[in-house]
């Protein structure tokens, strides 16, 4: 309504009137970390998912999944819903109870995976070496602390394009925009291979 370029970041489900965006490949980048997880040995995996993530990422976890002939990956998915510890922790009963033996942890965020930690450490659950865990962002403080893999979205990237691109656009408003930047599977070392 006030014809300004409008330029989505990390987000291209915006309106269909503003179908412009510079994004991850979320759906890319969630396949290859399941495929990582999948070669390693990994059938028991778990699923972390909040409604603030992209959904793409979930659904390239899922077709890895579903081609490797783990068939009951949605009853695998949990839901967070108040991102914080005392939900992981209500979870982490959860998943035990109806997984018993999990080996794997597949989130969307690497915050999700920060407190799925904290709720291993404080249930007494040795995790290290023995449980994959694998965040989403490559977030500093977690991922360069913590052994888990992660998915580096290069956000310094997105937003040089970005920027570049909506003077592009501010130029010729007629151009559609719909870039996607390279992501990148870090400490792919952390994964713990199951014989």
């Not at 991102?83 to 969307?108: K, S």
């Not at 310094?156 to 990148?184: C, F, H, M, N, S």
Request: aromatic share 10%.
């Amino acid at each position: 309504e006030m014809h300004v370029p409008i330029l989505y970041l990390e987000d291209k489900l915006g309106e269909k009137i503003y179908p412009d965006f510079v994004a991850c490949d979320s759906y890319r980048a969630g396949y290859q970390m399941m495929k990582e997880l999948i070669i390693r040995g990994h059938r028991n995996i778990i699923m972390l998912f909040q409604s603030m993530n992209n959904p793409e990422r979930l659904q390239g976890y899922y077709d890895a999944m579903k081609e490797a002939g783990i068939a009951d990956y949605k009853k695998r998915t949990f839901l967070l819903m108040e991102y914080t510890v005392g939900e992981t922790n209500m979870l982490l009963t959860r998943i035990c109870r109806q997984f018993p033996g999990f080996t794997a942890v597949a989130a969307c965020s690497d915050d999700d995976i920060y407190r799925m930690i904290v709720s291993m450490r404080l249930q007494k659950m040795e995790w290290i070496g023995k449980i994959a865990m694998v965040g989403f962002g490559n977030l500093p403080g977690i991922s360069n602390i913590y052994p888990i893999a992660t998915v580096d979205q290069h956000p310094l990237r997105i937003g040089a394009d970005a920027y570049r691109l909506l003077i592009e656009k501010i130029k010729k408003p007629e151009i559609q925009i719909q870039e996607y930047v390279d992501t990148e599977l870090v400490n792919l070392q952390h994964l713990p291979v199951i014989k």
